[in-house]
């Protein structure tokens, strides 16, 4: 069975900078973020397929995040730049070990193995 282990949050100013970083054990096919607020229903941010260079992002993080893997460490980062305060939330990484043809990268369904979260606080 998958292990995920995220590390790397913390608390930031607005326009400062954060790495997340997700040491994944067993076979992956594909590989995304997430975050969640309180209140809200947790939502895509970045994905990639393992054995692919093709990223994705939704909208509101293009530009800022960068999704990144590491197969030698066997870890997914998540690299990210000039915050802002809506960027606070509770940051999952996700993977799915199998192929999910035609499921969306952002699809909560897609991704078996879920990591415990870790917290981004970024203040104005």
């Known amino acids: 069975e998958e292990q995920l282990r995220e590390s790397g949050g913390g608390s930031v100013q607005a326009g400062g900078s954060l790495t997340l970083s997700c040491v994944v054990s067993?076979?992956?096919?594909?590989m995304g973020w997430f975050r969640q607020t309180p209140g809200k229903e947790r939502e895509a941010v970045a994905a990639?397929?393992?054995?692919?260079?093709?990223?994705y992002y939704v909208d509101s993080v293009k530009g800022r995040f960068t999704i990144s893997q590491d197969g030698s460490k066997n870890t997914l980062y998540l690299r990210m730049n000039s915050l802002k305060p809506e960027d606070t939330a509770l940051y999952y990484c996700?993977?799915?070990?199998?192929?999910?043809?035609?499921?969306?990268?952002?699809?909560?369904?897609?991704?078996?193995?879920w990591g415990q979260g870790t917290q981004v606080t970024v203040s104005s």
């Open positions: 067993g076979v992956t096919h594909s």
């Open positions: 990639m397929f393992t054995n692919g260079t093709t990223t």
């Open positions: 996700a993977v799915a070990s199998e192929p999910r043809i035609g499921m969306s990268m952002f699809a909560e369904q897609r991704y078996k193995y």
